[in-house]
């Protein structure tokens, strides 16, 4: 795989209507995802089936190695990637990724004085004594600040409808009641999970979900070095590539840890939009933080549900577990009683304004 020039960045890229839902396969972006041996859109053409054990005792994955990716002999499906639920080692990561974060960085825009994070003695990530994170050249989303590239606010009217955390076990519930309801969702997954739970990950798929980036393994995002986040997003986008054809548009950082270093990686190398949120449905609390319950969810949803619709709702949604999945399916009729247009999140984008805050 060679490397790629760095990507544009969204705030030049013209006509934000009719948003491609993926990248294009034959783009700089999907090459960086593209096995050696491999054609643009084949999921693993040469290499095991997703969820499988091992490869067949005929199976070579390729017999010339042009690329730091696994070839020359059988292996199994799970060893194509990172350890699970933990940062992957920034030494397995390709050369062709390390290559256009480089380039990026040379062409221009990184941003400078823009400090990692360290967790307090409370478990919340925070900058250096000294450091406004709501301001440039930080930017942090969790201090409030957001940049025209985000996707924040959603067009007038439009629910913008996402979840987090796939695939889980609850997604088998949430992907029936969304073909039973014929619409569509985003799901921005953890690529562990989807190593994890490949079934899940293929009942995605078949309902007509749009796949999105929720990096390798939910880590707070700020915490981590240059290199450790293009590890990240990246192994995210590659399971997702191996295992649909399918190159990501879009992203979402886990708990909105994000800032203009953050930023910069995911639009500059992978050319990714971004996606914050201008709703809280909270169920990510449920059951064991703040006392929150499914109802206070369901109460919270339908307090924005009966607001205002402008702007639209970009809210946080999650198939962590089967009470987040509860929540959505109690406040789905009140999406639809109230008329809200529900989309996937590029028909959102697509509708109006470019998702900038208003």
């Known amino acids: 795989m060679a490397a790629t020039a760095a990507a544009v960045p969204m705030d030049t890229r013209g006509n934000p209507h009719n948003v491609e839902p993926y990248q294009d396969n034959h783009s700089d972006v999907a090459k960086l995802f593209i096995r050696a041996g491999d054609k643009p859109g084949k999921p693993l053409a040469k290499g095991p089936q997703i969820g499988s054990a091992g490869a067949s005792p005929s199976f070579v994955y390729i017999t010339v ?28 990561t390709p050369k062709s990724w390390t290559a256009a ?27 250096p004594a000294g450091v406004n994170p709501s301001v440039e050249p930080v930017c942090s989303f969790p201090s409030g600040c957001n940049k025209a590239s985000d996707f924040y ?25 969304i073909k039973k309801n014929h619409i569509s969702a985003s799901h921005n997954m953890i690529g562990s999970h989807i190593v994890e739970l490949p079934t899940q990950f293929q009942q995605i798929i078949a309902s007509g ?25 990246g192994w995210c986008m590659q399971v997702i590539y191996d295992n649909s054809g399918l190159v990501p ?45 499914i109802q206070k969810s369901v109460d919270e949803v339908r307090s924005y549900v009966n607001g205002s619709k402008s702007p639209g709702m970009n809210i946080l949604e999650h198939e962590l577990n089967d009470a987040c999945v509860t929540v959505f399916e109690t406040v789905y009729r009140d999406y639809v009683k109230d008329g809200w247009d529900i989309r996937n999140l590029p028909d959102a984008l697509s509708k109006g304004n470019n998702g900038k805050k208003q």
């Open 65 to 92: 190695c042009k690329s730091d990716f696994f070839c020359g002999r059988q292996i199994e499906w799970k060893a194509l990637y990172p350890s699970v639920e933990k940062v992957p080692d920034v030494s397995t």
């Open 209 to 233: 979900g749009h796949l999105s980036v929720h990096t390798w393994s939910h880590q707070h995002n700020s915490a981590l070095t240059d290199e450790q986040i293009l590890a990240e997003i």
């Open 101 to 127: 974060l480089a380039a990026a960085k040379e062409a221009g825009g990184y941003p400078s004085g823009v400090p990692l994070t360290t967790a307090d003695a409370s478990g919340n990530y925070v900058y």
């Open 249 to 293: 548009k879009f992203w979402r950082p886990p708990f909105g840890d994000l800032d203009n270093r953050v930023r910069f990686i995911a639009e500059n190398v992978f050319n990714l939009i971004t996606l914050t949120w201008n709703r809280d449905s909270r169920d990510w609390a449920i059951p064991s933080l703040f006392d929150q319950t």
């Open 153 to 177: 606010n959603a067009p007038d009217g439009v629910l913008a409808l996402s979840f987090d955390d796939g695939p889980t076990a609850a997604t088998t519930n949430l992907t029936n009641f």
